[in-house]
């Protein structure tokens, strides 16, 4: 079982809320990642991280926002939620190197009525 | 850049039938590959990946697959599907310099008793 962690699993919310999702991994993992997944679709990159202060955008524009302020940690905000977000959240770590996996958490499933 | 395609969205076959997963990829320069299984409402974990130490890769759950470079395929194979191999699978490529992962659309295995 790898040792990553997603909080809530499931979040049923009214649009214009704020809400964040928690990824944590007790592995000391310097990269860390998020994904957009919507049901039988690929996932989309959204936001990355390479360490502690280091965050990117991936390659899927997202209005989300995200922080690294502890290796472990790397939890991701939606600053007014809205029904368009309604998607499932995955975040994931991996060690530096070639030919290095990534270790996922079970996901975060959003619905915004 | 780097790029996946699954040849297939959905795949069924009988118990104890063998099983041919399709992913071909898109590389400038020597890829590493991965296979993800995702069963319904977890996360994703890691079948195998291609180190290029071997093009023959063994991984979990009697899954293996080939990499082929003159044909820049990875397809995943299992000489006896189970029930419990239904799923989604995912082909995946890193992206050159930034080890970002890049996924395919997805292949949906069907096992039918």
């Known amino acids: 079982e790898a040792d990553i962690y997603q909080t809530p699993r499931y979040l049923v919310i009214g649009t214009g809320k704020k809400i964040t999702l928690e990824c944590s991994q007790t592995m000391g993992h310097d990269k860390m990642y998020w994904y957009q997944q919507d049901p039988g679709m690929e996932l989309h990159l959204i936001h990355y991280s390479y360490g502690v202060n280091s965050t990117e955008k991936g390659d899927l524009s997202s209005e989300s926002t995200v922080s690294r302020i502890r290796t472990e940690h790397f939890p991701l905000t939606l600053e007014s939620a809205r029904p368009s977000h309604t998607s499932q959240y995955l975040c994931?770590?991996?060690?530096?190197?070639?030919?290095?996996?990534?270790?996922f958490g079970q996901g975060t499933r959003l619905t915004v009525v | 850049a780097q790029s996946v395609t699954q040849l297939d969205s959905h795949v069924s076959v009988s118990e104890g039938t063998p099983v041919l997963l399709r992913c071909n990829y898109s590389s400038s320069y020597s890829p590493s590959l991965f296979w993800y299984v995702q069963h319904p409402n977890k996360g994703l974990q890691l079948l195998l990946k291609?180190?290029?130490?071997?093009?023959l890769v063994k991984g979990i759950n009697g899954f293996e697959a080939e990499f082929k470079k003159s044909e820049t395929s990875f397809h995943l194979t299992k000489p006896s599907a189970h029930m419990s191999d239904a799923a989604e699978y995912f082909c995946v490529v890193t992206e050159q310099n930034t080890d970002k992962l890049i996924f395919g659309t997805g292949t949906r295995l069907q096992v039918f008793p």
């Open positions: 994931a770590s991996s060690e530096w190197g070639e030919n290095t996996e990534a270790f």
């Open positions: 291609y180190t290029s130490a071997a093009t």
